[in-house]
T-cell receptor, first 117, second 111 residues
Framework: GAVVSQHPSWVICKSGTSVKIECRSLDFQATTMFWYRQFPKQSLMLMAT?????????EQGVEKDKFLINHASLTLSTLTVTSAHPEDSSFYIC?????????????FGPGTRLTVT | KQEVTQIPAALSVPEGENLVLNCSFT??????LQWFRQDPGKGLTSLLL?????REQTSGRLNASLDKSSGRSTLYIAASQPGDSATYLCASHSGNTPLVFGKGTRLSVIA
C-alpha cells in the first residue's frame, strides 16, 4: 500500500513558540491531504483539508491563523502550530489520498505527538 | 453531516472468545467503510476496507460486514488473543470527502 510519513514523530516546545509538522506521501502524488487531531482517549477529529496549490479548507472551530497549512507540492503538506499553548498538546495525524487509486482510500502517517510546556 | 457511532465504547473478553464490534453511520450514501486498529500512543493500522458495492471483507481472523441500507457495519474477531487488545475505529466517507471517525471501541483480551 501507499506510504505516508510524518516528521517529527514527537516534539516538545515551550509555550508561545511555533512548531512545524511535515507530512509526505512517499510513493504517490497526493493532490489532497488531511490533518486530524486526537486528544487522549478520544477519536480523530478532522482539522482541515489541504489542497495542493490552493488554500486549505478548515473545519468549523479550527483557527486557520493558528494552524497554518501549506501544501506546496504534490508530496508535501506542512502544519505549523503558531504561538503554541499547552492546550494545543495533542497527537496530530496526517492522511493522504492517492488520486490514481480506485477506492478513495486514505493512507495515514504515523502521527506526531506535540507537547507544549 | 455524517456521524459515526461505535458500540460498545469498551469491551473486555477472555482469550479465545469470538467477539463483534458495532459501527453505525447516519448517511447511507457512503463510498467506503474502513476499520482501523490503534495501539496506545501509536498511529492507525488499516485492517479492512469495504467498498459500498461489497457486503463483507475478510483478513485472517477478522471479518467486516457492511449493510448500507441499515447504516451498519460489524467487525468480527474470531478466537481473540491478548495481542488483539487495542482501540478499534471505524470510519466512512462519501466519495472525495475525508474520512469521518467513530469514537472507537477499546478492546481488552485477558489471557
Amino acid at each position: 500500500g501507499a506510504v505516508v510519513s510524518q516528521h517529527p514523530s514527537w516534539v516538545i516546545c515551550k509555550s508561545g513558540t511555533s512548531v512545524k509538522i511535515e507530512c509526505r506521501s512517499l510513493d504517490f502524488q497526493a493532490t489532497t491531504m488531511f490533518w486530524y487531531r486526537q486528544f487522549p482517549k478520544q477519536s480523530l477529529m478532522l482539522m482541515a483539508t489541504s489542497n495542493e496549490g490552493s488554500k486549505a479548507t478548515y473545519e468549523q472551530g479550527v483557527e486557520k491563523d493558528k494552524f497554518l497549512i501549506n501544501h506546496a507540492s504534490l508530496t508535501l503538506s506542512t502544519l505549523t502550530v503558531t504561538s503554541a499553548h499547552p492546550e494545543d498538546s495533542s497527537f496530530y495525524i496526517c492522511s493522504a489520498r492517492d488520486p490514481m487509486g480506485t477506492t478513495y482510500e486514505q493512507y495515514f502517517g504515523p502521527g506526531t505527538r506535540l507537547t507544549v510546556t | 453531516k455524517q456521524e459515526v457511532t461505535q458500540i460498545p465504547a469498551a469491551l473486555s473478553v477472555p482469550e479465545g472468545e469470538n467477539l463483534v464490534l458495532n459501527c453505525s453511520f447516519t448517511d447511507s450514501a457512503i463510498y467506503n467503510l474502513q476499520w482501523f486498529r490503534q495501539d496506545p500512543g501509536k498511529g492507525l493500522t488499516s485492517l479492512l476496507l469495504i467498498q459500498s458495492s461489497q457486503r463483507e471483507q475478510t483478513s485472517g481472523r477478522l471479518n467486516a460486514s457492511l449493510d448500507k441500507s441499515s447504516g451498519r457495519s460489524t467487525l468480527y474477531i474470531a478466537a481473540s488473543q491478548p495481542g488483539d487488545s487495542a482501540t478499534y475505529l471505524c470510519a466512512s466517507h462519501s466519495g472525495n470527502t475525508p474520512l469521518v471517525f467513530g469514537k472507537g471501541t477499546r478492546l481488552s483480551v485477558i489471557a
